[in-house]
T-cell receptor, first 111, second 112 residues
Framework: NAGVTQTPKFRVLKTGQSMTLLCAQDMNHEYMYWYRQDPGMGLRLIHYSVGEGTTAKGEVPDGYNVSRLKKQNFLLGLESAAPSQTSVYFC??????????FGQGTRLTVV | DQQVKQNSPSLSVQEGRISILNCDYTNSMFDYFLWYKKYPAEGPTFLISISSIKDKNEDGRFTVFLNKSAKHLSLHIVPSQPGDSAVYFCAASGSGNTPLVFGKGTRLSVIA
């Protein structure tokens, strides 16, 4: 049972490039989330989804887009990367909006 | 405006002693509270939770206390072990299955 898997684990982007982070969960969870972790800032919610085909904005959504075409997958897109988006990104899922299970993280550096 | 606050960025405790990590919240709609533990280069892992209908929940060495009137919760680790050294995040959610809101974390160092 893999739980929540994030791809890739590391990435370096140049300013202005685009990329997609993939999150996959095998627990049949309805809810999925994308958080970013920055030093001294804790975990901040970027976007989330309460079910297949739904998305909603979190605390820091600017510069990101998401899609939930399949229940098990939640994609986070950066259309034009900026140095301020250098961060560690965590995907999480939960059955009913309570206890969430996290992936191992994606460390993104934008130069 | 921070809804979940962990005012101590770090805490150092001797092995075998009690570790007490604190968390305050401002949103009175929160009714479910969790603690997560995070090691470097890993994702946060769930540690223990408490519903607002309780004031204490215990799981082995870990106990969470909730004081609703003070909007305060704390995590007690007894006895502390070197393997407990990690960053601990407090999180909260409200009714209607709203996403978890996290504090900034407290780095616990347990010294042998």
């Amino acid at each position: 049972n893999a739980g929540v898997t994030q791809t890739p684990k590391f990435r370096v982007l140049k300013t202005g490039q685009s990329m997609t982070l993939l999150c996959a969960q095998d627990m049949n969870h309805e809810y999925m989330y994308w958080y970013r972790q920055d030093p001294g800032m804790g975990l901040r919610l970027i976007h989330y989804s309460v079910g297949e085909g739904t998305t909603a904005k979190g605390e820091v959504p600017d510069g990101y887009n998401v899609s939930r075409l399949k229940k098990q997958n939640f994609l986070l897109g950066l259309e034009s990367a900026a140095p301020s988006q250098t961060s560690v990104y965590f995907c999480a899922s939960s059955r009913d909006g309570g206890k969430a299970f996290f992936g191992q993280g994606t460390r993104l550096t934008v130069v | 405006d921070q809804q979940v606050k962990q005012n101590s960025p770090s805490l150092s405790v001797q092995e075998g002693r009690i570790s007490i990590l604190n968390c305050d919240y401002t949103n009175s709609m929160f009714d479910y509270f969790l603690w997560y533990k995070k090691y470097p280069a890993e994702g946060p892992t769930f540690l223990i939770s408490i519903s607002s209908i309780k004031d204490k929940n215990e799981d082995g060495r870990f106990t969470v206390f909730l004081n609703k009137s003070a909007k305060h919760l704390s995590l007690h680790i007894v006895p502390s072990q070197p393997g407990d050294s990690a960053v601990y995040f407090c999180a909260a959610s409200g009714s209607g299955n709203t996403p978890l809101v996290f504090g900034k974390g407290t780095r616990l160092s347990v010294i042998a």
